[in-house]
């Protein structure tokens, strides 16, 4: 589920639709959580699905580390990518922003993370990086996970509409790992490593 404080707006022919903010939303609030309606599909079901819908589902839905296939239910599968993006993926099936969201700010995550199966090269943003590749995540994590540690300790501290989303196990974890009783499970723990041939 996306995060109540945003809203669907068109943002360019060439990104189509994206997710933003309609109030503030300051860093550490989680933006997003997989919850009980988002659809999980394995493999096999993707492989049965029909040619001009599987590209719709191939658009609109990420792979999680042990090879299943999200389609979220809301906003939340029109988040654009950006190199320099505002929210993360943490790998505990939830996203945070990683620094304050404007009102009327795009909401915005690093397709790095999804389990691509082939390049994606999307605008020029001026950075190093040009295209998202099928292992960003093996080349990236320690950089995301820096982002996210600075911001983690802040979850327990400002409003999380979200929270309650969280199973209580994943609740424990954040409470551990806020008061420096646990490490952060990094984001290399995202990564799904087979069938990746189609880059």
């Given at each position: 589920m996306m995060h109540p404080h945003t809203r669907l707006e068109w943002i360019n022919d060439k990104k189509g639709f994206g997710v933003i903010a309609t109030q503030m939303i300051p860093k550490g609030t989680i933006t997003w959580v997989q919850d009980q309606l988002d659809i999980v599909f394995l493999q096999k079901d993707a492989d049965e699905l029909n040619p001009i819908t599987r590209e719709a589902f191939e658009k609109y839905s990420f792979r999680n580390s042990a090879g299943?296939?999200?389609l979220c239910w809301d906003l939340a599968k029109y988040v654009n990518h950006s190199f320099k993006s505002n929210c993360?993926?943490?790998?505990y099936?939830?996203?945070?922003?990683?620094?304050d969201i404007q009102i009327g700010e795009e909401l915005t995550d690093d397709y790095g993370?999804?389990?691509?199966?082939?390049e994606f090269i999307p605008e020029d943003e001026g950075v190093e990086r040009k295209a998202v590749q099928p292992d960003d995540i093996l080349k990236c994590y320690k950089e995301w996970?820096?982002?996210?540690?600075?911001?983690?300790?802040?979850?327990?501290d400002i409003a999380q509409p979200l929270y309650q989303l969280?199973?209580?196990s994943v609740q424990q974890e954040i409470r551990k790992i806020t008061s420096g009783d646990k490490k952060?499970?990094?984001?290399?723990?995202?990564?799904?490593m087979?069938?990746?041939s189609r880059i």
């Open positions: 299943e296939y999200i993360l993926s943490t790998a099936n939830f996203e945070i922003a990683v620094r993370y999804l389990n691509i199966s082939e996970d820096l982002d996210l540690e600075r911001v983690f300790p802040l979850i327990l969280l199973s209580e952060m499970l990094s984001t290399k723990n995202l990564y799904f087979p069938e990746k």
